[in-house]
Structure formats: C-alpha cells, structure tokens
C-alpha cells in the first residue's frame, strides 16, 4: 500500500467536517422575527396585520378590500383607535380618530384639504348695545373675530321686528379687508324671522384671520332684535361645498 502523507489526511478529514457543517446549516431556518436591514414592502395588494389572541386587529396597513390604501391602528376589543385612508367610495385618505363608542372625533375635511374636519368650531359672536335698537340705518348687533378652522361656516339666526319690520345683514371681513356680506334680507312686521345662513368659505385658508358682524335696522316705528341662536363652522357634507370648487365671490362693500 503506498504511503499517503498523514497532513493530507488531516486536510481531508477537515473538508469532511466543514461539509458536513455547511450542509447541516443549509438545513436551519433562520427566525423570522426580524429584520435586521433592508426594507419589508407590501405592494400590490395585501395587508400587513397584527391580531390580539381573540382576532381583534390592532394594526393593520396595506390595500383595503375597497382598494384604498390606509393605516389602521386598533384597540384590543376590536374598535378602531385612528386610521389614515380606509375610506369606501373616497380617495381623500382623511385622518380620523375614533372613539370608543365608534365616533369620529377629529379627522380633517374629506373635500376641502387643509382644513379641520371635526370638531366643529364656534364662531365668537357676542351681542352688542344695539342687540336691540330702533334705528333706521344699520347698527352692529353682535360682532367678534378670530380664525377660521372648517370649510363652511353656519349660523341661524331669530329676528324679532316691531312695526314696519326690519333688515338683517351678515357680514364677514376676511384677511385682505374686503367685506363680504354673507347674507341680507327683511325680517317681517310684529313677528319673529328665523333665518339659516350656510357660506363655504371660498379664498379662504385654515387658520385665517377673520371678523363676523351682524346688522340689523328697523323699517318703521318699532324696535329690531336680533338673537343668534347657533354659529359655529363645520366640515364639508359634499363635494360641491368645498370652497375650492368654487367660483371666488366677488368682493363686496356693505353699504350703510
């Protein structure tokens, strides 16, 4: 038998043990608990999800069955916390936050971007001397100002006229000074004129300055009340009151 060195046994027989290593790896699979670089990307479809031990979804990301994409976050009975999309029939990809009850207590306008949805915003009105007045020409009965939070602003107003009935204006001065009347009409003779105002707030943006008066004068020998019964502004019910969609309203110069 011819002689083999005894060092290429040895290199031989450590081949054979890194073979056997290598191949005994191949067979582990690593955990897959982690990822340590690179990116984790569901595109195309398909969710990302995170379940309590009962099946309540705590997280969730990725297309929606209505095919939006959004962001989910949930609490552990199963009701929504906050969500960013996840709209049907919208592609808005609005921010809300839920109650525990399932309302939506804060979430930005699904039409007008920009501005907050919900809550809905008081508008500062406070009565003035002239609350009631029997003058002729125009008094301010209530006046107030500050910033403009929702899309659209609303105010009913209730109109007591004595004898030869009265008018009514509703004013608003946005940033660049230019009055706008919102609204004007007569209030009729010994009887009470309720009157409802809705206004988008066209040229407008989130968080501008504004001042809100309401005029009121007699047409006769009696007396004018005016009482603000709500005004507050409110998120868009519709598409067509987004301010954006419409037409800018020409400035106007309330007339004394």
């Known amino acids: 038998m ?9 290199r031989i027989a450590k081949l054979e043990r ?17 990822v340590t670089a690179g990116d984790v990307v569901i595109g195309r479809g398909g969710q990302l999800k995170a379940e309590t031990p009962d099946g ?34 919208t592609d808005a990809q609005m921010i809300r936050i839920w109650s ?3 309302h939506i207590i804060l979430m930005d306008d699904a039409h007008a971007p920009g501005f907050l949805g919900r809550p809905w915003m008081p508008v500062p009105l406070y009565p ?25 602003a609303y105010l009913r107003l209730v109109t007591y006229a004595g004898a030869g009935g009265g008018q009514v204006r509703v004013v608003m001065t946005p940033p660049d000074g230019v009055e706008r009347i919102l609204a004007e009409y007569d209030a009729a003779a010994d ?19 504004v001042t809100w008066r309401i005029d009121h004068r007699t047409r006769g ?36």
């Not at 011819?2 to 040895?10: C, G, I, N, S």
């Open 128 to 152: 003035t001397s002239a609350q009631v007045t029997s003058s002729t020409g125009y008094l301010i009965g209530w006046r107030g100002a500050g910033p403009v939070h929702n899309a659209v």
């Open 56 to 89: 309540y979804r705590t997280f969730i990301v990725g297309e929606t069955p209505d095919g939006d994409w959004g962001v989910g976050i949930g609490r552990d009975d199963g009701t929504r916390a906050l969500t960013v999309g996840d709209e049907s029939g």
């Open 2 to 10: 011819a002689a083999v060195p005894r060092d290429l046994l040895d």
């Open 191 to 209: 009887t009470s004129t309720l009157r409802e105002v809705t206004y988008p707030l066209v040229g407008l943006e989130y968080l501008d300055y």
């Open 100 to 102: 525990r009850d399932g």
């Open 221 to 256: 020998a009696g007396t004018v009340e005016t009482t603000v019964l709500s005004a507050y502004t409110r998120n868009t019910f519709a598409a067509d009151e987004a301010p954006s969609a419409l037409a800018p309203a020409p400035p106007t110069s309330a007339a004394p």
């Open 18 to 34: 890194e073979v056997r290593t290598i191949r005994g790896r191949s067979q582990i699979r690593p955990a897959l608990d982690s």
